[in-house]
């Protein structure tokens, strides 16, 4: 478990996936992709295997949040994990509609 920063670039040790944290909530908390603790972006880490109850994927340029919205990460590049925080899977932040201009 590690203290989640707003601006923190993270890797996933089990694919290709990075994401960078929008909005952290204060605490420790465990930031998982696939099932393994994601590290610092210019850490090296030992690969992983990827747990299959943890393999959605994640895609570029989408954001997930946790259930309250205190968290939300912004994924940098694309991952064949599924991202959680302390065991339960982050959401798809869903898109709001522009308005019209006519």
């Not at 990075?18 to 603790?37: H, Y």
């Not at 090296?44 to 959605?56: K, S």
């Not at 709001?96 to 006519?102: C, E, N, Q, S, V």
């Given at each position: 478990?590690?203290?989640?920063?707003?601006?923190?670039?993270?890797?996933?040790?089990?694919?290709?996936?990075?994401?960078?944290?929008?909005?952290?909530?204060?605490?420790?908390?465990?930031?998982?992709?696939?099932?393994?603790?994601?590290?610092?972006?210019g850490a090296?880490?030992?690969?992983?295997?990827?747990?299959?109850?943890?393999?959605?994927?994640?895609?570029?340029?989408?954001?997930?949040?946790?259930?309250?919205?205190?968290?939300?990460?912004?994924?940098?590049?694309?991952?064949?994990?599924?991202?959680?925080?302390?065991?339960?899977?982050?959401?798809?932040?869903?898109?709001?509609?522009?308005?019209?201009?006519d």
């Amino acid at each position: 478990m590690a203290e989640l920063k707003t601006g923190a670039r993270l890797k996933s040790v089990v694919c290709d996936g990075e994401v960078m944290v929008v909005k952290a909530p204060g605490g420790d908390f465990d930031l998982t992709c696939g099932g393994t603790a994601m590290v610092d972006s210019g850490a090296d880490a030992e690969r992983a295997e990827i747990n299959p109850d943890h393999a959605v994927g994640i895609v570029i340029g989408k954001r997930y949040i946790n259930e309250d919205e205190s968290l939300e990460v912004l994924c940098v590049k694309a991952g064949e994990g599924s991202l959680a925080l302390n065991g339960n899977l982050l959401l798809q932040k869903d898109t709001k509609a522009l308005p019209k201009t006519d």
